[in-house]
């Protein structure tokens, strides 16, 4: 999608030296003189996948960088120097073995309340990802969709998400999570939908979803649907 946000140009029309934008950021950040191998630098975009190091730190500085989508690699030693690309809008660490996620972000650094004014999307789907410690996402504050799914988180600290009063989407599937406690959701003051479906919750404290207002919650646990008569809730076997 273009900068005016109403055209749409194919991804093979990216970087082909005719412009299709109306102003003509088709061709922007298309001058690069080393793409690092095994990755695919289009337009805004870097996507790297199946590879175990690579140099793309010289190259996220460059302004404009909007989609970056590390797969399966050892990023994780670089995760510090993210921090350079400020204007990201979607971030896609799937399957990189994280870890210590919010030691990670932490890293990033705490001078600014908002790390990445323009991220929209971030992913950490895949991930050896245990738990979730308070304050773990500030400065993330622009977010409105988190994907955590596929990890092995088995405890959600209270206060865990807060600062991110934006995010409208919470993705816990396939987790280890066996206990919801006290305010393990508060600070989510936009969410409009939480799956935790695919956990065995087999503990709930009552007040694990107080000051926030859910719309749906996906789970296969029906007990979580009678938290509140304002939740819309889809609860399967």
Not at 56 to 71: A, G, T
Request: charged share 20%.
């Amino acid at each position: 999608r273009c900068r005016d946000h109403k055209t749409c140009v194919h991804f093979r029309d990216v970087c082909d030296g005719k412009p299709d934008c109306p102003l003509d950021d088709d061709e922007l950040f298309c001058s690069l003189r080393f793409c690092p191998p095994k990755c695919q630098c289009l337009g805004y975009s870097l996507i790297c996948t199946t590879i175990d190091t690579f140099p793309i730190l010289s190259i996220l500085h460059k302004k404009h960088l909007k989609y970056l989508h590390i797969m399966e690699t050892n990023f994780k030693q670089s995760f510090y120097h993210l921090v350079s690309a400020k204007d990201l809008v979607i971030l896609d660490l799937s399957k990189i073995h994280i870890g210590a996620v919010c030691q990670k972000i932490s890293m990033i650094g705490n001078t600014s309340s908002n790390h990445f004014p323009s991220l929209h999307y971030f992913s950490l789907d895949g991930n050896l990802i245990k738990s979730v410690t308070p304050n773990c996402f500030y400065g993330l504050e622009s977010l409105n969709a988190l994907g955590m799914g596929n990890n092995v988180i088995n405890n959600i600290y209270a206060f865990a998400y807060v600062g991110l009063k934006y995010l409208r989407f919470l993705n816990l599937t396939h987790n280890k999570i066996r206990y919801l406690r006290k305010k393990s959701f508060a600070g989510l003051e936009s969410i409009d939908l939480i799956d935790i479906s695919n956990n065995r919750i087999w503990a709930l404290d009552i007040h694990a979803f107080d000051h926030i207002k859910v719309k749906y919650l996906i789970t296969e646990d029906y007990k979580l649907c009678c938290i509140s008569q304002s939740l819309m809730c889809t609860a399967y076997k």
